[in-house]
């Protein structure tokens, strides 16, 4: 089956840094994406991984474990603009579908 | 112009009505999907196509009913919908290269069935 898991809800003030996981269990694996939803908008893709390790895009980063099935988006300098939903995706072996967690609400406070 | 346009942004439809939702994307891209997102619930996915042909057909009912004329444009066609039903329902396009492409969003439709 496909089971994507992340919290529901995190909150982190203005200026720090904040860890979004992820754990995911899927048929496949054809990469693993990150997304950003603002409240009434469309997702917009922040990062992606299909190795190991460490991707970084200014202040956002992503990492990936395939032999644990986990990621992590790392944001740093959070600005009250990053208020959003962060959605988990995973592509699966038939490479054409994205697979969505239940998405992370995270709220940046003055 | 965005990437990704979904028409109408906001539909209120009786249960006995019949609608249509229509996207397009401008991006040249391959594989279309049809998503719909629930209050608190992930993203479910309902529908895909590539290159015009329905891969995915993720145990939707029928009263939701796809149509891809061409790899440009994308339609589901609505018919005695029910309350359960109102979601935000969006479109998502990507070139279709096995896990080297991002999908691209449109704005969605919200969805509220009477």
């Known amino acids: 089956g496909q089971n994507i898991d992340q919290p529901t809800e995190m909150t982190a003030t203005e200026g720090a840094i904040v860890q979004i996981n992820c754990t995911y269990q899927?048929?496949?694996?054809?990469?693993l994406f990150w997304y950003q939803q603002h409240a009434g908008e469309a997702p917009t893709f922040l990062s992606y991984?299909?190795?190991?390790g460490l991707e970084e895009k200014g202040r956002f980063s992503s990492f990936l474990s395939r032999s644990k099935g986990y990621s992590y988006l790392l944001l740093k300098e959070l600005q009250m603009k990053d208020s959003a939903s962060y959605l988990c995706?995973?592509?699966?072996?038939?490479?054409?579908?994205?697979?969505f967690g239940p998405g992370t609400r995270l709220s940046v406070l003055p | 112009e965005t990437g990704v346009t979904q028409t109408p942004r906001h539909l209120v439809m009786g249960m006995t009505n019949k609608k249509s939702l229509k996207c397009e994307q401008h991006?040249?891209?391959?594989?279309m999907y049809w998503y719909k997102q629930s209050a608190k619930k992930p993203l479910e996915l309902m529908f895909v196509?590539?290159?015009?042909?329905?891969?995915e057909n993720n145990s939707v009912p029928s009263r939701f009913s796809p149509e891809c004329p061409n790899s440009s444009h994308l339609f589901l066609h609505l018919h005695t919908l029910q309350p359960e039903d109102s979601a935000l329902y969006l479109c998502?396009?990507?070139?279709?290269?096995?896990?080297?492409?991002?999908?691209?969003f449109g704005q969605g439709t919200r969805l509220t069935v009477v």
């Open positions: 196509y590539s290159l015009e042909e329905r891969v």
């Open positions: 991984n299909v190795l190991d």
């Open positions: 991006l040249g891209h391959n594989a």
């Open positions: 995706a995973v592509r699966d072996n038939y490479g054409q579908n994205f697979v």
């Open positions: 899927t048929s496949g694996f054809n990469g």
């Open positions: 998502a396009s990507s070139q279709d290269e096995k896990g080297f492409d991002e999908a691209f």
